[in-house]
Structure formats: structure tokens, C-alpha cells
């Protein structure tokens, strides 16, 4: 009687296991965003016919399958100014994100056009065939010995125009 009531109890506990759903581990099955290739203190350069357009500087730039992500990058750019020949543009963050040719520059953005353009904000985004550059925080820079702040910054780099949201300037004047 007692091996009975053992042989039903196994089988309703059998029983009542087998429908109760078990929480699969799908983690096994999904792939983690893996770096394909990681470098360390890494230079590449972009060449045409005639010059070096582009050097890209980062301590630690890692490619992924579909962007690449550089830390403390440096992006050194040959600049199409009218009034300086050989205008070197400058953009320096701790986090640099790219996909396809959008560019997001994340803490820390510094950017510099020569010695007569800063500008230093949060994050910028930049796309490499327009040449514009953007952000939606606050910034502040100097033009020449001007100062100048805003938000919601607009910078196209080929037309040389420079556009913002509750902008504030300060221009020096010689007497």
C-alpha cells in the first residue's frame, strides 16, 4: 500500500513537472556585440590623389560588425577655408562612435580650426560626406578673440556657415 501510494505520488509529481514551463537560458543562444578587431594607440590615414584629407588618432579603437567606437580619438581634418590656405580642422573627444559616415562625439568634444575657431561642448555629431556637425547641448568657443555660447549648435564646415539657439556673443572692439 505504501509502495502505491509512492509509485502515484512520483507520477503526479512527474506529472505536474513536466507542464510546469521552465525558463529557458536564450542568453547561450544571442551574440554579444563582440569587437571584431581591437587596436591600441592606433593612426589611420585617409589619402587622395593629392594629400592627407583625414588622420584619426585613438588610444583604443575597437570595429564592430556594424560601427566602430575609439577612446580619447582625435580626428585631424584638411579644412576648405576661403580666407586661410591650409586650414587644419581638429575634433577631440573621449568617445568617438561611428556608423557608416555619421560621427558622434561623446564627452569632452573639443573643436579647433587652427588657431581662430573653438568650440567645446558635450557631444557633436558630424557627418563625414556633408560636412556637418551638430548638437543639441549647450556649447562655448571663441571666434578669434570673440567669445561665444549657445545651444543646439549647426556647423557646415563646406559653406562655412554657423548657426544656433539661444546664442550669446561677445565680440572685442578695439579703441
Known sequence: MVIKFFIYAL?????GIYFIPLSENNNINEQK????ITFNDSTMYT???ETTTKIVKAKK??????HDIMYQGEFILKANDK???????FINADVIIKKEDNYTFIKDVKFRRDDFITLNTQELYYNDKTQ???NT????GTYYKHYLRGKNLYLDLQKEIM?????HFEIETTK
Do not use: C, G, H, M
Request: avoid cysteine; charged fraction near 25%; charge should be positive.
Open 47 to 49: 589619402l587622395n590623389e
Open 61 to 66: 579603437a575597437s570595429r564592430f560588425k556594424t
Open 33 to 36: 556585440d563582440v569587437p571584431l
Open 83 to 89: 580666407k586661410v590656405k591650409n586650414a587644419t580642422d
Open 137 to 140: 547641448v549647450p556649447f562655448n
Open 11 to 15: 507520477f503526479a509529481f512527474s506529472l
Open 163 to 167: 548657426k544656433s539657439k539661444n546664442s
Open 132 to 134: 556637418i556637425a551638430t
